[in-house]
C-alpha cells in the first residue's frame, strides 16, 4: 500500500451528489503518488469535472475524506481554501476567463493573487504566453479570440505561478491535431519538471499508446 | 511549447496556509483605483445615489433641529413666577432663594417682595395709580421669578418642576408660561414626530437603495469575483478593493449632500440678513455631532451594504 506520504492526492470513500437525488459518483478510493500523470476518463456526464472540482474544493463531497498532500480538505475552512489553490493549477473546460480583461492580466491574475504586482509578472506572464503561442495577443480580450486560442490561454494561467499539481479538465477540447499534440507535450514537460497532472478527456486517443495510468469513471465508480 | 519554468518548483511548501501575503495598503489601493478607473461609471451612480438619499435625509434633519431650536429659544424666553403665601415669614425667604439656586434647571432667581410687586403695579397703572390709595401695600403676595437654564429646557421639565415647587408649604401658586406658549408646543411636538418618523422612514429607504444599488453592482460581477477566487485570491483580495471603495463612496456621497445642505442653510442666513421678516428666524445648522454621525452611518451603511452583498460571491 502507498503511504499518504508518497500519495500527493488520496481519496477515501468518496461520493458527491447533487440536489435532490443526483448521484454522481459514491465509495471512491483513490491514491495518485507525487509527479504522477494520470488520465481521468469517461463519458459525457459521469462526474470527471465534479472529481476535479472537489479536489480543488470548488465543491464540497458528500461523505469521504480528501487528503491533499497530507492535508485533509475537511480541515480547511472556506477562507483557508485560496491558499490550496495556489498550489493547484486548474485548467477549466470553459475556461472561465475574464472577459472584460484583456489576456495579459487574465494570466498575470494567477500571480497577482499571491501578492506580485504586475510589472514582476512582466517576464513570466510573456514567457507562458510565448510557449503557449499567444505571445502576439497579450493585449487582446478574450472574446476576440478563437476558442481553442481561448483555450491556451486558460493553461497559460493554469500553470505561470508553478502549481504542484495540474488539474486540466478537457484542456484540447477545442484543439486541432497538432495543438492538441502540443498541450500533451506541455503536460509532459511539466510533470518532467515534478508537476503532478490529472488530465481528464474524453479523447481515448489520447491515451492510446501511453503507459501512464487512466482512471475510467463509469456508473459511480473508477475502474483503473 | 516549451516553458522552462519550473526551475523552482516548491512541493516542499506546498499547503503552507498560514504564509499570508502581506496585503499591504499601497496593494489595496492600487487595485481599488484600477477597479475604479474600469467601473468608474457604476461607482459615480453608486456615490450620487448616496449623495441624494443623504440629501433628503439632511434636509428632514435640517428641518428637525430648526423647529426644535425655534421652540426652544421662545420657551426659554419665559421664566416661572413662584408666588408665596402671605403668612411666609420673612426669615424663611433667603432658604427658599437658596433652594430655588440650588436646582439644576433654575438659571437665575428674583425676589420680588410684597412692596416691590406693589411699586410695579402702581408704575403700571401710572396716572390711574389711585385706585390704589388706601390698599394695604401688603396686600400682593411675595414672589420669586425664575430664569430657567437654556440649555436644559425642556417644557416637560420645567412643568415637573413647576409641580414640585408648587408642593412646597410656603407656596401658594406657581405660574409658566402662557397659554399659546402651550398649544405652540404641542403643535410642535405634532410637526417634529412627523418630521422625524418622516426622517426615520427616509432612512430605511436610504438605506434599502444604497444596499440594493450596491447589491446590483456587485451582482454584475460576479462571476468575475468568482473566477478571482477560483484562481486563489483571498477573501481580503477580492473584497479590498470594494471595501474601499464604499468606504470612499459613503464618505464622498454624504460630505457632498451635507455640503449642499449647508450651503442652502449659509443663503437663508444671507437671506436672513436681509428682510426684516425672515430676521427672527435664526436658522441653525445641523448640530456638528449629528453631521459626524450622518457621515459614519453613511460611510457603515455602504461597508455593510457591500460586505453583505459580496458574501455570496465569496462562499467556497
Ligand atoms: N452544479 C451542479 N448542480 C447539479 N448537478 C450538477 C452540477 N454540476 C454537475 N452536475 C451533474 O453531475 C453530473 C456530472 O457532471 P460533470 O460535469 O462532472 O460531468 P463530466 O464527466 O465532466 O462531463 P463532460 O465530459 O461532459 O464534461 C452530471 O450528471 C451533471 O448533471
Ligand atoms: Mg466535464
Known amino acids: 500500500m502507498i503511504s499518504i506520504e508518497s500519495s500527493i492526492i488520496r481519496l477515501k470513500d468518496v461520493s458527491k451528489k447533487y440536489p435532490p437525488d443526483n448521484v454522481v459518483f459514491s465509495g471512491i478510493d483513490l491514491e495518485i503518488e507525487k509527479g504522477e500523470f494520470v488520465f481521468l476518463t469517461g463519458p459525457s456526464g459521469t462526474g470527471k469535472s465534479t472529481m476535479l472540482r472537489i479536489l480543488f474544493c470548488a465543491e464540497r463531497p458528500a461523505s469521504g475524506e ?13 477562507a483557508q481554501v485560496p491558499y490550496l489553490r495556489r498550489k493547484i493549477g486548474v485548467i477549466f473546460q470553459d475556461f472561465k476567463l475574464l472577459s472584460n480583461h484583456t489576456i495579459f492580466d487574465n494570466v498575470a491574475l494567477s500571480l497577482e493573487v ?26 487582446h480580450y478574450p472574446l476576440q479570440l478563437s476558442g481553442g486560442e481561448q483555450q491556451r490561454v486558460a493553461i497559460a494561467r493554469a500553470v505561470v505561478n508553478r502549481p504542484s499539481i495540474i488539474l486540466a479538465d478537457e484542456p484540447t477540447g477545442n484543439l486541432d491535431l497538432q495543438r492538441t499534440e502540443e498541450v500533451i507535450m506541455l503536460m509532459e514537460e511539466l510533470n518532467a519538471r515534478g508537476a503532478t497532472i490529472i488530465f481528464a478527456t474524453h479523447d481515448d486517443r489520447l491515451f492510446e499508446n501511453t503507459h501512464r495510468r487512466v482512471l475510467r469513471l463509469l456508473n459511480g465508480k473508477i475502474r483503473i | 511549447m516549451h516553458l522552462g519554468l519550473f526551475e523552482g518548483n516548491h512541493v516542499s511548501d506546498f499547503l503552507q496556509c498560514n504564509q499570508d501575503v502581506i496585503m499591504t495598503l499601497a496593494i489595496l489601493c492600487r487595485r481599488a483605483f484600477s477597479d475604479l478607473r474600469q467601473n468608474f461609471c457604476a461607482q459615480l ?55 430655588l439656586t440650588g436646582l439644576s434647571e433654575v438659571e437665575k432667581v428674583t425676589y420680588i417682595s410684597s412692596e416691590e410687586a406693589f411699586g410695579r403695579l402702581e408704575k403700571f397703572l401710572k396716572d ?26 425642556q417644557l416637560k421639565r420645567i412643568k415637573q418642576l413647576a409641580g414640585e415647587i408648587d408642593k412646597w408649604p410656603e407656596v401658594s401658586k406657581v405660574r409658566f408660561g402662557q397659554e399659546w406658549i402651550d398649544r405652540l408646543y404641542v403643535f ?51 473584497q479590498g478593493p470594494f471595501l474601499v471603495e464604499a468606504f470612499l463612496q ?42 459626524v454621525a450622518i457621515i459614519a452611518s453613511s460611510v457603515l451603511l455602504c461597508v455593510l451594504g457591500t460586505v453583505l452583498a459580496m458574501r455570496r460571491s465569496l462562499r467556497l
Not at chain 1, 66 to 78: E, K, P, Q, Y
Not at chain 2, 128 to 153: C, H, M, T, W, Y
Request: aromatic share 12%; net charge neutral.
Open chain 2, 250 to 291: 459613503g464618505l464622498l456621497g454624504s460630505s457632498l449632500a451635507l455640503g449642499v445642505v449647508f450651503a442652502c442653510y449659509r443663503f437663508v442666513q444671507g437671506l436672513e440678513a436681509k428682510s426684516e421678516l425672515l430676521r427672527g428666524v435664526n436658522i441653525c445648522f445641523i448640530p456638528w455631532q449629528y453631521t
Open chain 1, 66 to 78: 480528501i487528503w491533499v498532500d497530507g492535508v485533509a480538505l475537511s480541515s480547511f475552512s472556506n
Open chain 2, 45 to 99: 451612480i453608486t456615490t450620487m445615489v448616496v449623495s441624494l438619499s443623504i440629501l433628503i435625509f439632511a434636509f428632514f434633519t435640517l428641518l428637525y433641529f430648526n423647529l426644535q431650536h425655534f421652540v426652544d429659544r421662545f420657551g426659554s424666553e419665559l421664566g416661572l413666577v413662584v408666588f408665596l403665601t402671605e403668612d411666609t415669614p420673612k426669615d424663611r425667604i433667603p432658604s427658599l432663594y437658596q433652594k
Open chain 1, 114 to 139: 499571491i501578492g506580485l504586482g504586475k510589472k514582476q509578472a512582466e517576464q513570466r506572464v510573456m514567457q507562458v504566453l510565448e510557449g503557449v503561442g499567444l505571445a502576439g495577443k497579450t493585449s
Open chain 2, 188 to 238: 410642535s411636538g405634532l410637526v417634529r414626530t412627523i418630521v422625524a418618523v418622516t426622517g426615520i422612514l427616509l432612512l430605511f429607504t436610504a438605506a434599502f437603495v444604497v444596499t440594493n444599488t450596491i447589491k446590483l453592482t456587485v451582482y454584475a460581477r460576479q462571476e468575475e469575483l468568482k473566477i478571482i477566487r477560483l484562481v486563489g485570491a483571498t477573501n481580503m483580495f477580492i
Open chain 2, 128 to 153: 390711574e395709580k389711585e385706585v390704589l390709595e388706601g390698599v394695604d401695600p401688603q396686600f400682593l403676595p411675595p414672589s420669586f421669578e425664575i430664569q430657567v437654564n437654556r440649555a436644559v429646557f
